[in-house]
């Protein structure tokens, strides 16, 4: 394999050793990032999320781990503070108005708790089944139709 460059060998084996031209500022634009803040404002979108969706799923918990929950995700949410990662400093870096924010979750909450509980009815025993007329099926068969249905 021959490589024609044009240059002979000396010229070839001393332009290995010679510096390459680079400005700094070609040199730091590898290690820039391509958009300000990007990741750090990923991270505040997800601890927002985060802390809506732990407030309204935990709204109505009843044990200790879900009522704490709950609880830390209001705390947070109702705080005024001025930390790095408080809720208004992650509104307002993420272009949201805290105030806004709190008076939704605070109007979400009102209405989740107006309105009634859907309460789900379990059946615990078994209906009485009526038997139609030249249907007849040993018990195997019918516990085998069950568990095709319940696929």
Same mark, same amino acid.
């Given at each position: 394999m021959s490589y024609d460059t044009g240059f002979s060998m000396d010229e070839r084996v001393t332009s290995l050793f010679q510096p390459d031209t680079l400005l700094p500022e070609q040199f730091l634009d590898t290690y820039r990032r391509k958009q300000h803040l990007e990741p750090e404002k990923k991270l505040m979108l997800a601890i927002l999320e #985060? #802390?809506? +969706?732990?407030? $309204?799923k935990y709204l109505f918990a009843r044990d200790g781990k879900g009522k704490? &929950?709950?609880r830390? +995700?209001?705390?947070?949410? &109702?705080?005024?503070?001025d930390g790095v990662f408080s809720f208004d400093s992650v509104c307002e870096i993420l272009g949201f108005d805290p105030n806004y924010l709190r008076r939704g979750l605070a109007k979400w909450k009102q209405a989740a708790l107006e309105e009634p509980i859907k309460a789900k009815?379990? $059946? &615990?025993? +078994?209906r009485p089944h009526k038997h139609r007329r030249g249907a007849l099926k040993s018990r195997r068969s019918a516990q085998r139709l069950k568990r095709a249905a319940s696929r």
């Open positions: #985060d #802390d809506i +969706a732990c407030f $309204q704490s &929950l709950f830390e +995700a209001e705390t947070w949410a &109702l705080e005024k503070g009815v379990y $059946q &615990l025993t +078994a």
